[in-house]
């Protein structure tokens, strides 16, 4: 079992930043990356970036140039630095780490951007 916390939402105006953290706990071994998800009010879950186990970095489209993901292996933590925030990035940021046949996931965290 992997335990993931997320902390750091919050509502901010638009153009402003905010940075997001994910804790994991637990069989980390057995995963093998990282990364975030978000919902917005009535769409779908949408990749926001991630960090594979080898170390690759990929991003949304929708938020390339403007959000950053970093790792600390000694903190078994995972960010994501939001800059130049916009009101569609608005939603629940989920951190989501995969191990081979199942996905863990946080309770998530509420981000909201005012126009």
């Known amino acids: 079992q992997v335990q993931l916390v997320e902390s750091g939402g919050g509502l901010v105006q638009s153009g402003g930043s905010l940075r997001l953290s994910c804790a994991a706990s637990g069989s980390i071994f057995t995963i093998n990356g990282m990364g975030w998800y978000r919902q917005a009010p009535g769409k779908q879950l949408e990749l926001v970036a991630g960090?594979?186990?080898?170390?690759?970095?990929l991003y949304g489209d929708s938020v390339k140039g403007r959000f950053t993901i970093s790792g600390d292996n000694a903190k078994l933590s995972i960010y994501l630095q939001m800059n130049s925030l916009k009101p569609e990035d608005t939603g629940v940021y989920y951190c989501?780490?995969?191990?081979?046949?199942?996905?863990?996931w946080g309770q998530g965290t509420q981000v909201t951007v005012s126009s």
């Open positions: 960090i594979t186990e080898g170390g690759s970095i």
């Open positions: 989501n780490a995969p191990d081979h046949d199942y996905d863990y």
